[in-house]
């Protein structure tokens, strides 16, 4: 057996879902989803589906319509060079991150890891027989990784550097400058990017998602993650996709035809449904999820006293103990401390890679943001 370990962030909800199955309070800010209803487009395309009785196998690397349908979102909004051919659909973006690193690593190929990490990717990684190369990052940086940093972290077995933008945990966004400046290095270094790029959609304010796809010059060695889930509030019909050279994607066909199939049908025409009225629903998505990250800050600064910087994208808040005002420096003690004191749900910094943090989704409802604001204030301020 492989030596992976099991996510923090399922260990919490698990003791989360013991609490509520004992009928006791849980507010949770840990979910990394977008809590809204399935937009009524998408639910007719579903329905339309199932009643023409679009329900036999699908074309492992996708219906053509959603190929096609996606490559034209990638081109037009994101100024990327995809075609129909380019794209593969994948069971969400976890299973597309999943092939491609299945596909590409062999045994000590290192994959340098910024740090703070989507929780899944040192043990996907591992899984592989790959090494996952963690590089931190920090406040002083703004959470991003800096040229001479990357080019110092390269050696001999380096292959591939997975790059996450907008970003999960701390949501911030690299400028068509910086993601010039790592896509060159990659170049000269022959490193393979897999960039995670499924916030694409969430970004606020008057930031600007800028894609790696959009660097026609370094097109080769750059893999782009995508996926319905957080753009057009889809997390539980399972739509992602996987954005590559042709030669990648037929590998990566193959893969998939030997282990899901292909994506199931009717979530595929419900993804077209999303796609053809994608700036209505996105746009939607993103000021919904803007108005519940404000919320989230101003409770903080009115319960609390503490001034909080918002993310320019993403779902969270990524918040030290330290602006807490809080002594203990165990993320995973606190907040299991947190979870059996008030019911609030947020997940421990060390399952990103960094301790001394803990995420705050503000994808909740605002009744449950609320409330789990009110809990927090009451234990803190005790």
């Known amino acids: ?52 009785n679009k329900t036999l196998y ?75 190369k963690i590089i931190k990052t920090g406040p002083k940086e703004n959470w991003k990784i800096t040229p001479v940093k990357l080019n110092n972290a390269v050696n001999s077995k380096t292959k591939i550097l997975i790059l996450n933008n907008a970003c999960n945990p701390t949501g911030i966004l690299y400028s068509k400058e910086e993601l010039r400046e790592i896509l060159q290095i990659a170049e000269e270094k022959k490193l393979i990017v897999i960039s995670d790029e499924v916030y694409s959609g969430v970004v606020f304010d ?22 319905c889930s957080k753009n057009f509030a889809m997390t539980g019909w399972r739509v992602g996709f996987v954005c590559a050279d042709l030669k990648i994607i037929r590998t990566l066909t193959v893969l998939l035809s030997q282990s899901t199939s292909g994506v199931t049908t009717i979530s595929q025409w419900a993804a077209l449904g ?63 401390k947190v979870l059996n004191k008030t019911g609030v749900v947020i997940i421990p910094g060390s399952a990103f890679g960094q301790e001394g943090f803990v995420r705050l989704s503000f994808g909740a409802r605002p009744e449950v943001i609320k409330r789990a604001v009110n809990a927090l204030a009451n234990f803190l301020t005790k």
């Open 206 to 227: 008057k930031n600007i998602f800028v894609s790696c796809g959009a660097f026609s010059e370094f097109s080769k060695r750059v893999i782009i993650i995508q996926s």
């Open 58 to 132: 699908p074309p492992v690397a996708g219906i053509p319509e959603l190929r096609a349908k996606t490559s034209e979102w990638l081109n037009e909004t994101y100024r990327t060079g995809f075609k129909p051919e380019n794209i593969l659909v994948t069971n969400g973006g976890k299973l597309g991150l999943y092939l491609t690193l299945q596909a590409l690593l062999n045994a000590g190929d290192e994959v340098i890891i910024l740090s703070p990490f989507w929780v899944s990717y040192p043990d996907i990684v591992r899984l592989f027989g790959g090494k996952a």
């Open 274 to 336: 999303a796609m053809q009225n994608a700036d209505k629903i996105i746009k939607k998505v993103r000021q919904e999820m803007q108005n519940r990250r404000d919320l989230l800050v101003r409770l903080f600064d009115k319960k609390l006293g503490i001034k909080l910087k918002k993310p320019q994208s993403a779902l969270y808040l990524f918040v030290s103990l330290k602006d807490l005002g809080v002594s203990e420096k165990n993320s995973v003690v606190f907040c299991k």
């Open 1 to 52: 057996m492989k030596n992976i370990n099991i996510s923090q962030t399922v260990a919490i909800n698990s003791l989360a879902q013991l609490r509520a199955r004992q009928g006791l309070p849980v507010h949770n800010l840990a979910a990394g989803e977008p809590f809204m209803d399935t937009f009524e487009r998408v639910r007719i395309a579903a329905l339309g589906a199932i009643k023409e």
